[in-house]
């Protein structure tokens, strides 16, 4: 890997998900970088309009904070609407997350599992597998999905199950996580929610003993090219 991408349906997922993975990339020097599609926070008015823009403003500036500690190169915001994407048209969410592929032509993405609670993050992946179709002259090698605390494990259907099969070693970078989990103001929780510090160590402790290390984040593999 030289070039990741993670791309992912509000501010913290972006952590949730691949905090620790990305933090022992770049640490690696690998570039990585994360494309928010929704704007998070505004579903928590009763509409979209009476959204506290202060307090959206107030979130990015979170996740640039959060970014920082987590190690991105960069962190972009698309600023869709939140927990609303199933009322715009696929395609328009599809170009634009192909925009930044093409801007950025990762090797790499990360994004959210399809079999998730929260309506965003299903599009979110839907958007992404469609948007790197191998297609043309560029294509993407590896395509990752992570899952998110307090939505995939929060989707009792069993419908679509996160089955992971790829797992990265975090025990010496799952500290970053958590410390870049705490600029999320308003997101954070305390425990047993599972985007606590301690359920997101007891997380990692789990997955990590599925392949015998002391903490991993795990992954399912929807495509891996080797050239």
Known sequence: MKNVLVVAAHPDDELLGVGGTVRRLADQGVCCRAVIVGEGISARSENRADADSHEIDKLKEDARKAARIIGYASIGFCGLPDNRLD????LDIIKMVGRSIEEYKPDTIFTHHHGELNIDHRIVCEAVLTACRPVGGYGVDRIYAFETPSSTEWNYTYA??????????VSKTLDAKIEGMRCYQSEGAAFPHPRSPEALRALAAFRGSNVGVERAEAFIAFREVYR
């Open 87 to 90: 009322g715009m048209e696929l």
């Open 160 to 169: 679509e199950p996160f089955t992971p099969n790829v797992y990265f070693d």
